[in-house]
């Protein structure tokens, strides 16, 4: 099956800890895609990655940061977790910046 | 500011009739225009898309417009079904970079 994938599915945890969620493409595309989904629907591209170029959005947190083994994996790692990080993060690919993009199911975060 | 704006934000309509959902960008140089469909527990998935070197695209009850002109592009639900009620989200694409809007939340009576 051919497809992006993300773990965890949930991850509850608390303020000031650090979380990683795990993103993998088996689409072959050179482009992975990190957005946060808050509460109210809004979806925010937080990061672009491929191989040659690391694209951040300025009003990403510092805390925040991508990392990526090979094309088919870009995980997220939050150093410090705030409450207002709560959100769904979702993970995307697509063979280039001007084509479909194709998300993941998502993580579902709650900061307590 | 944004970067790509969207309304309406909450859009309800009877079934059968069609849908409006508009977006304005600001950069120029965006070529790619794709509209995403969430439904509830469900990630975005595409549903249409349009490049600046088209003015119109139709698809399966869907038409999207794009008026680089005014830097404006619409998508159109022709006879609206309750299974189209969801989210929907414009983008525009340019430098590599993806804006989407804030989202329409498409509601359908039947």
């Known amino acids: 099956e051919t497809a992006v994938f993300q773990t965890p599915n949930y991850h509850v945890t608390q303020v000031g800890n650090e979380v990683s969620f795990n993103c993998k493409q088996t689409?072959?595309?050179?482009?992975m895609y990190w957005y946060k989904q808050d509460s109210k629907k809004l979806l925010k591209i937080m990061f672009s990655?491929?191989?040659?170029?690391?694209?951040v959005n300025e009003t990403v947190p510092r805390r925040f940061s991508p990392q990526s083994s090979d094309k088919a994996h870009l995980n997220l790692r939050i150093k410090s977790v705030e409450p207002e990080d709560s959100a769904v993060y979702l993970c995307?690919?697509?063979?280039?910046?001007?084509?479909?993009?194709?998300f993941g199911p998502g993580t579902r975060l709650t900061v307590l | 500011g944004e970067q790509v704006e969207q309304l309406p934000s909450i859009l309800r309509v009877q079934e059968g009739s069609s849908a409006s959902i508009n977006c304005t960008y600001e950069?120029?140089?965006?070529?790619?225009f794709p509209w995403y469909k969430q439904e509830p527990g469900e990630n975005p998935k595409l549903i249409i898309d349009?490049?600046?070197?088209?003015e119109r695209k139709q698809t399966q009850g869907l038409i999207v417009l794009l008026d680089k002109k005014a830097k404006r592009f619409s998508l159109h639900i022709t006879d609206t079904q309750p299974g189209d009620s969801a989210m929907y989200f414009c983008?525009?694409?340019?430098?590599?970079?993806?804006?989407f809007g804030d989202g329409t939340q498409l509601v359908v009576k039947p």
């Open positions: 990655y491929n191989n040659k170029q690391l694209i």
């Open positions: 689409l072959g595309h050179d482009t």
């Open positions: 349009i490049r600046s070197n088209m």
């Open positions: 983008a525009a694409n340019s430098n590599n970079r993806i804006f």
């Open positions: 995307a690919s697509s063979p280039g910046g001007y084509a479909e993009q194709f």
């Open positions: 950069n120029s140089a965006s070529n790619y």
